[in-house]
T-cell receptor, first 116, second 117 residues
Framework: AQTVTQSQPEMSVQEAETVTLSCTYD???????LFWYKQPPSRQMILVIR??????QNATENRFSVNFQKAAKSFSLKISDSQLGDAAMYFC?????????????FGKGTKLTVNP | NAGVMQNPRHLVRRRGQEARLRCSPM?????VYWYRQLPEEGLKFMVY????????ESGMPKERFSAEFPKEGPSILRIQQVVRGDSAAYFC???????????????FGPGTRLLVL
C-alpha cells in the first residue's frame, strides 16, 4: 500500500522569506500524481499544486513550486515570499493510476506558521 | 461556478442516533469521494462513488456506515448508531469524468464537523 510521510509536524517562517516543506512517499507504481493541499483555520481543503510523475519538469504556481525527485520518492513544496495568509496546515497527497480507484493518500500534515 | 457544497457544516448527535451528511459536487462532476479527518490527523479515504455506483469502499468501516450517490440529488454519507469515536470532520470531494490523461484533480467541500455527545 502507498504511504505518504511528512516528517515536519511544524514549521515557521518569517514573512517574505522562503520555506520548504518535506514529503516522501512509498509506491511500487511508475505512474501517479502528487498534490499539495492547504488547510487554513477555516479547515477548507485548497489545492495548491499538482505534479504528474511522468513529467520531469517541476510544477510551479506563482510563489509555490515543488522539487520532485522521482528516484528518491521525494516531493517537497517551496513557498517563496511567504505571506501571513500562507499560515495553514499543508498536506502532501499521492494518487495512483491503477485499479479503478483514484483515492488520495494523505500525509499527516505540516503546520506552517508565518511570523510578521 | 459553485464549488463543492456540503451540509450541514456542523452536526451534533447523541450516541445511538443517525447522522446524514450531504454533498453536492461541482457542476459537471460525476465522481464523488468521502474522506474522514480525525483531530490532528490527515484525511483518510472512505469511499468513491459515481452516479448510482460505489466504485471503491475499501476505507469504509464494515458496520454502521453507508454511502450513496443517486441519479438525482446529492451524495449521502450515512452513519447509523453513532459512537463518540465517529466525531470527526467529514470531507467530500468531486472530480470530472476520468479523461484520457487519467484521474482528474479532486476539489474539496468545506467539510461537515460531526460531534457525538
Amino acid at each position: 500500500a502507498q504511504t505518504v510521510t511528512q516528517s515536519q509536524p511544524e514549521m515557521s517562517v518569517q514573512e517574505a522569506e522562503t520555506v520548504t516543506l518535506s514529503c516522501t512517499y512509498d509506491t511500487s507504481e511508475s505512474d501517479y500524481y502528487l498534490f499539495w493541499y492547504k488547510q487554513p483555520p477555516s479547515r477548507q481543503m485548497i489545492l495548491v499544486i499538482r505534479q504528474e510523475a511522468y513529467k520531469q519538469q517541476n510544477a510551479t504556481e506563482n510563489r509555490f513550486s515543488v522539487n520532485f525527485q522521482k528516484a528518491a520518492k521525494s516531493f517537497s513544496l517551496k513557498i517563496s515570499d511567504s505571506q501571513l495568509g500562507d499560515a495553514a496546515m499543508y498536506f502532501c497527497a499521492y494518487r495512483g493510476m491503477r485499479g479503478g480507484s483514484e483515492k488520495l493518500v494523505f500525509g499527516k500534515g505540516t503546520k506552517l506558521t508565518v511570523n510578521p | 461556478n459553485a464549488g463543492v457544497m456540503q451540509n450541514p457544516r456542523h452536526l451534533v448527535r447523541r450516541r445511538g442516533q443517525e447522522a446524514r451528511l450531504r454533498c453536492s459536487p461541482m457542476k459537471g462532476h460525476s465522481h464523488v469521494y468521502w474522506y474522514r479527518q480525525l483531530p490532528e490527523e490527515g484525511l483518510k479515504f472512505m469511499v468513491y462513488l459515481q452516479k448510482e455506483n460505489i466504485i471503491d469502499e475499501s476505507g469504509m468501516p464494515k458496520e454502521r456506515f453507508s454511502a450513496e450517490f443517486p441519479k438525482e440529488g446529492p451524495s449521502i454519507l450515512r452513519i447509523q448508531q453513532v459512537v463518540r469515536g465517529d466525531s470527526a470532520a467529514y470531507f467530500c470531494a468531486s472530480s470530472l469524468t476520468k479523461g484520457l490523461a487519467g484521474p482528474e484533480t479532486q476539489y474539496f467541500g468545506p467539510g461537515t464537523r460531526l460531534l457525538v455527545l
